[in-house]
């Protein structure tokens, strides 16, 4: 015989904070809502955990069926669940970060988005459910993660320049050092190592292997 839950339980989701630093200046990655709640308002990508997922796949799986952008690494942001935020019933939402540098990949609507943007971070449109709260949330993560945890070159593609983690940095803390002060703060920190290769003339930088430098 099944067994059955003698208590309601709430739904769980996961949502996704993608952040870019481009030369127009930071941007968030959002999709339209096609479905009520909210039909028509802006919102995170994200959706409902499968019973078999764990949560940051949950997460990517999400972001790729609503906006066709897929992500590597992501940062926990923190579980959002206060009573009432969703109108449907009660549910809990634990949310993520990622970062997006170079150029922007375009994003395809899917699944029950009816639209999918890059918008400019500093001139969010009204967003659905608490998503201005999440937001905001997750600047804070990794603003403590840039001044005092693990650093934001885990969080960024596999390889990059120091001017695209100067940018990165910017974003997030409203300013940072010349990209090479930067780079020598972190090396010392044991946050940043030296790749292989060059893009133009620009060296490439990636995040530490199992704490290792080389």
Do not use: K
Request: avoid cysteine; hydrophobic fraction near 45%.
């Amino acid at each position: 015989m099944p067994f059955t839950y003698e208590h309601p339980r709430p739904g769980l989701t996961a949502d996704v904070v993608l952040l870019a630093a481009t030369e127009a200046g930071p941007r968030i990655l959002l999709i339209r809502r096609a479905r009520e709640p909210f039909a028509g308002r802006w919102a995170l990508p994200g959706g409902f955990v499968e019973l078999d997922e764990e949560l940051p796949d949950a997460a990517r799986r999400e972001l790729a069926e609503e906006t066709g952008v897929v992500v590597g690494e992501l940062a926990e942001v923190g579980t959002f669940g206060r009573v009432g935020r969703d109108p449907r019933g009660r549910t809990i939402s634990v949310a993520f970060a990622a970062l997006q540098v170079g150029e922007l990949p375009a994003p395809q609507a899917g699944d029950d988005s009816a639209d999918a943007r890059w918008h400019p971070l500093r001139r969010l449109p009204p967003l659905a459910f608490d998503h201005r709260e999440i937001v905001a949330r997750a600047l804070e993560v990794l603003r403590g993660r840039a001044q005092h945890g693990d650093g934001l070159t885990p969080l960024m593609p596999p390889r990059f320049t120091l001017r695209e983690l100067a940018a990165i940095h910017a974003m997030v803390m409203g300013s940072a050092p010349a990209p090479a002060a930067l780079g020598a703060r972190l090396r010392r920190r044991g946050l940043l190592r030296r790749a292989s290769g060059r893009r133009g003339r620009e060296r490439l930088y990636a995040a530490p292997r199992d704490g290792r430098l080389d």
